[in-house]
T-cell receptor
Framework: EDQVTQSPEALRLQEGESSSLNCSYT??????LFWYRQDPGKGPEFLFT???AGEEKEKERLKATLTKKESFLHITAPKPEDSATYLC????????????FGSGTKLNVKP | ETGVTQSPTHLIKTRGQQVTLRCSSQ?????VSWYQQALGQGPQFIFQ???????GRGNFPPRFSGLQFPNYSSELNVNALELDDSALYLC?????????????FGEGSWLTVV
């Protein structure tokens, strides 16, 4: 069964304390892996798309990496404004138009 | 800002009623998909429309239906509302072939069924 699992469910960091979020997936025929940021009451905001194992993308304090079974979102020296829920999604499987989302990691960065 | 706009932003309906949610896609995007997001969960795929035809559907019953118009805007209709339909309904647009398969979300419509 195609699915996406994110860990941890919640993460509390001090400002400046770097960490990583994990997204593991099982899907046949991966067409892409996507990271989104979602603030409370808002729609998900696109961050990165990764297409193949070994690929990396960076944006400010965020860096996303991809292997054949999982992706990591590394957050370097986070700031309070990085607090949000980070969602991972994969596209693939039998219904190739469908994005499978994980339940997200809720990140709280304390000043 | 993604350019995907949804309306209404919030609404309250009674069980058994029907609701229509609307979405305008980002300029240049010809594909629209709809997702349901329950509190504390990730979005769940409802269906996708491309060139006014449904071309993919998730595990939602037939009382969830949609339309796409020639200008690529879209509607999500839900009949016979149930309490469990209370959720954030997200519309996302994309243009396959331009920059990959990335979908861009609107801010969503919050539906409460009482």
């Amino acid at each position: 069964e195609d699915q996406v699992t994110q860990s941890p469910e919640a993460l509390r960091l001090q400002e400046g304390e770097s960490s990583s979020l994990n997204c593991s997936y099982t899907v046949s025929g991966l067409r892409g892996l996507f990271w989104y940021r979602q603030d409370p009451g808002k729609g998900p905001e696109f961050l990165f798309t990764l297409y193949s194992a070994g690929e990396e993308k960076e944006k400010e304090r965020l860096k996303a990496t991809l292997t054949k079974k999982e992706s990591f979102l590394h957050i370097t020296a986070p700031k309070p404004e990085d607090s949000a829920t980070y969602l991972c999604a994969v596209q693939g499987g039998d219904n190739f138009n469908k994005f499978y989302f994980g339940s997200g990691t809720k990140l709280n960065v304390k000043p | 800002e993604t350019g995907v706009t949804q309306s209404p932003t919030h609404l309250i309906k009674t069980r058994g009623q029907q609701v229509t949610l609307r979405c305008s896609s980002q300029s240049g995007h010809n594909t629209v998909s709809w997702y349901q997001q329950a509190l504390g969960q990730g979005p769940q795929f409802i269906f996708q429309y491309y060139r006014e035809e449904e071309n993919g559907r998730g595990n939602f019953p037939p009382r969830f239906s949609g339309l796409q118009f020639p200008n690529y805007s879209s509607e999500l209709n839900v009949n016979a509302l149930e309490l469990d339909d209370s959720a954030l309904y997200l519309c996302a647009s994309s243009s396959p072939g331009q920059g990959g398969n990335t979908i861009y979300f609107g801010e969503g419509s919050w539906l409460t069924v009482v």
